[in-house]
């Protein structure tokens, strides 16, 4: 996609500007632009539209599921810089909805390495997600206090060092 869009800017400040290298005409209104990428990266038909649009993308070295993307880091880090980091990234640690969702995050990453999650502990409310909702309570221990993902879902000192796992909405085409 970038490339695409590199090879339509230089061939505007060299060439004809309404077309690209390829012939393709430039002068497109945003939304044609879109049906193009639908087409191209979903496959869908010509005449579908945005609003019934079902094409959404991630980023480069994020992994798509249902509407969201997921990206696992390779460094080490504490649970708040973790969260940090993904903030970075428009995204938050992972919240995990059900068990399909589970099941797609233990089959990509490593089994034997923990990965924080949206998860923490506050003695008012106990295990709650970084979204805001609660956890099944009681069921991690209290003296750690920050989740992790290690083919089940358990506790960690929120100082200690892990990889992470943050989460954003898959941007809709």
């Known amino acids: 996609l970038i490339t695409y869009l590199f090879s339509k800017v230089l061939h505007l400040e060299t060439g004809n500007p309404d077309t690209d290298v390829s012939g393709t005409k430039c002068n497109t209104t945003l939304e044609d ?5 639908r087409r191209v990266i979903c496959n ?5 539209s945005s609003v019934n649009s079902t094409c959404r993308i991630c980023p480069v070295d994020w992994l798509p599921y249902r509407e969201k993307c997921y990206w696992r880091s390779l ?4 649970w708040k810089e ?11 640690l992972v919240v995990i909805q059900d068990e399909e969702e589970m099941e797609f995050l233990k089959k990509n990453i490593m089994p034997d390495i923990q990965y924080w999650i949206g998860l923490f502990y506050l003695p008012e409310v106990k295990w709650t997600w970084v979204a805001h909702s609660q956890f099944k309570p009681d069921l991690l221990p209290k003296e750690n206090q920050c989740g992790v993902i290690k083919n089940t879902i358990l506790s960690d000192n929120c100082n200690s060092v892990q990889k992470r796992i943050c989460e954003k909405d898959a941007f809709l085409l």
């Open 82 to 92: 973790s969260q940090a980091d993904c903030a970075t990234k428009n995204s938050h």
């Open 33 to 37: 632009f879109q049906a193009h990428l």
């Open 44 to 48: 869908q038909s010509l005449n579908r």
């Open 75 to 78: 460094d080490m880090r504490c």
